[in-house]
Each structure stands twice: as C-alpha cells, then as structure tokens.
C-alpha cells in the first residue's frame, strides 16, 4: 500500500449471533413442532444479520463460513504465521510455485530480529526458508513463472523501485530499474515505484506503476521497452494507481485485465493495448488490487474489505469475508490488535491466490500481518 497517512483507528461495532433455543422436555407447552419452529426463527435471524455463519463441525467446535452456493468456503485466519525471529510486516504479495511452495512478500515488523522480505512454506503451511534481506520494508508484488524446465520468481520492490527476478530460493538474476527508455521517464524526472508484474502467453510482461506515475508498461520476454498501454486520468483508457494486473486467458483471446484502484473500477485490453471495457461496480467492486485466475473463476482481492470472485464476463459473483459493515474507512482499523479484529471478516485484502488444490490464500495489507486460508467446501 501507499504511503499515504491513514485515518484514525474506530473501534469495531459490537456483533452478537442469537443462540439456538435449548428444548424444555418438561415443559407441557413446548412441542417439538413450536421447537424446531423456534430453531428455524432464530436461524433465519442469524443468516440475515450475520456477514458469516459460524457452523458446528465433527469435532463440535466453531467454522466461519463465508459464501453461499458453490462458493462457499471456511475462513481460518492466520493459517500461516511468522517463523521464530521474524515479525510480520504488511504481508502484500502471494505465489505458489508448481511443486506447492507458497512464497509470501512482507516489509518486515521494524521490531523484527530478522530481516527477510520473503517467507516460504509448503503447502500445509510448514516453514521452510526465508530470504530477500535487500528487499526488507518494499517486498510488495510477487509472481511466479515457468520458463523451459525452471521456475522463477518475479518481485516488486516498492522502496529500492525496481522489479527483480530471482531463482526460487533467492539468488538474483537480473533487476530493472527505472525506465528512461519510456519516453515520459526520461523526459523529465518523474516517480517510479512498481507494484505488480503480469505474463503474456509470449513471454512478454507488463510493469504497473502502481505508485508512482500511474502507467502500465510492456516489455518483450527479452527485456525490451515494447511502449505504454494507459496512461494516468480517470477517463477510460487513463488509469489511477494501477495497482495489479493479469493476463486473462479464459476467453478467445488473451486479454490484460488491470485493477484501476484508484478509480474503483476494472479495465480490460488487448495485449498490445487497445482498450477493451471499463468495469465499474459501486456496490460488489470497491478496490481492486490484484487478480489470479483457476478455471473459469478469477480472484480478486478487495482493499476495501472483501475478496471477489469473478466470471468470465467480470461479473462479481460471490463477495467473501466482506467486512465493509464493520470497517468503516479503508485502512481505519490498521492499527487494532488481533483481539479487535472481527472474525470471519476481511479488513483490507492485498494479495490473493488460488492454492494448487483450490482453496485460496489472502494477505492483508496490516502492519502486523495477516494471512487467511479460505478452505473450499464442497
């Protein structure tokens, strides 16, 4: 996120879920039928004023269920945490390599007695390495791809500016910094600070210069400056901070999908940058920020709350975990404790990723971290 100062903290609004009736086998006047009458009130009360549902399991504890539907999934927060040593900073970009790593970019706790910017685990959440010391304080976007036989990891580094790309264990194999090549850049002194990096089927990638200057810039697969595809306004085909973006390749044809946070709409172009569509949605598509993609469904993490997912003509179809009811202003609850969160309820998603297996993994943009599994259910 932004080094933009955030508001003044507000205390969440108290929420109580109505307890199911216990039976009365003494009472003459309670049937079974005025019972289970009783049961289905107080159920249908809950479901209308509850953002989740807490649901009993085998064991006979609580879920939090989020989701109607096929979409339907349980929130386990802090699925991963920090390893001994380590203090969560804003935990921002996510990857899963093709043997089930999980990559996690974090600025790093300044209370942390280590330094690495990039945590790893296995796919049942195990701790397995941590590195990207250079990278503490701007670990920020995070993708991972296949290239011949190797996969690599590509970074965005919000406080050196650059996009760095690097082995899955770290070792740095080139780094792109400021792009003079880019005619508006090396007119004139202006700011560069990229945020999230997507592939084309070709090879190629484009740069979004979420917070710096607002542009979105393609480079062939050999690193060449191939031009702009939008530049900074709130018209269509102009862009404000934008923040992720992604190659879609569930339709015909390929198509670049860019999260235009700053206008709180999504845009859509050809990948040599025609502009396609504007999306705009007020109420199901507040802040979009990134975007993954499994089958027909995309992924959309929601700094404003919520994560959604999407269909094929992005159309929102399912809002998870949204907790916009609680939250008040984006950013206004960064500085609570764990205790003050609301559970079952999301606060500002950063980053999120279909897992291999399809559950999903969200960061949150919190300065003391936080990294939610939603678990399918079928």
């Known amino acids: 996120m932004s080094t933009a100062k955030c508001s003044a903290a507000c205390s969440p609004k108290p929420f109580f879920l109505p307890s199911i009736p216990t039976p009365n086998p003494s009472s003459p006047m309670q049937t079974r039928r005025s019972f289970l009458t009783q049961v289905a009130a107080t159920a249908a009360v809950s479901a209308f004023s509850a953002p989740f549902i807490r649901a009993a399991d085998k064991a006979g504890s609580g879920q939090l269920i989020t989701g109607t539907g096929a979409h339907r999934y349980e929130m386990i927060h802090d699925w991963l945490t920090a390893p001994e040593g380590l203090v969560w900073g804003d935990t921002q970009g996510l990857a899963q390599d093709s043997q089930g790593l999980i990559y996690v970019a974090h600025t790093v706790n300044s209370t942390s007695m280590r330094?690495?910017?990039?945590?790893?685990?296995?796919?049942?959440?195990?701790?397995?390495?941590?590195?990207?010391?250079?990278?503490?304080?701007?670990?920020h976007g995070l993708g991972v791809r296949k290239e011949g036989n190797r996969e690599f990891l590509y970074h965005c580094d919000t406080t050196r500016s650059k996009v760095i790309k690097?082995?899955?264990?770290?070792?740095v194999v080139w780094s792109k910094g400021y792009p003079r090549e880019d005619a508006a850049y090396g007119a004139a002194p202006i700011k560069f600070i990229p945020t999230n990096i997507a592939f084309a089927p070709n090879g190629d990638f484009y740069i979004g210069d979420g917070y710096g200057s607002y542009r979105m810039l393609r480079y062939s697969i050999d690193g060449k400056f191939l031009g702009e595809i939008s530049s900074p306004g709130k018209g269509d085909n102009e862009i404000s901070n934008p923040h992720g973006q992604y190659v879609d390749t569930r339709g015909k044809?390929?198509?670049?999908?860019?999260?235009?946070?700053?206008?709180?709409?999504i845009q859509t172009y050809t990948l040599d940058g025609k502009h396609l569509r504007t999306i705009k949605d007020d109420t199901k598509l507040r802040q979009p920020c990134h975007f993954d993609v499994r089958g027909e469904l995309m992924l959309c993490p929601d700094l404003d709350s919520q994560v959604c997912l999407i269909d094929k003509e992005y159309n929102v179809i399912a809002q998870l975990g949204d907790g916009i009811a609680h939250n008040g202003k984006t950013g206004s609850r960064r500085s609570q404790s764990r205790a003050e969160f609301t559970p079952g309820e999301f606060i500002t998603p950063h980053g999120a990723i279909f897992l291999n297996n399809?559950?999903?993994?969200?960061?949150?943009?919190?300065?003391?971290?936080?990294?939610?599994?939603?678990?399918?259910?079928?």
């Not at 690097?166 to 070792?171: D, I, K, S, V």
């Not at 044809?253 to 709409?265: E, K, S, T, Y």
């Not at 399809?358 to 079928?378: C, N």
């Open 253 to 265: 044809d390929p198509v670049l999908v860019i999260a235009d946070r700053g206008n709180r709409r």
């Open 166 to 171: 690097t082995t899955l264990t770290g070792e």
């Open 115 to 139: 330094p690495e910017a990039i945590v790893v685990y296995d796919a049942k959440g195990k701790f397995v390495r941590a590195f990207g010391e250079d990278m503490r304080g701007g670990a």
């Open 358 to 378: 399809g559950d999903i993994l969200v960061a949150e943009w919190l300065p003391i971290g936080r990294l939610t599994l939603l678990r399918k259910l079928s």
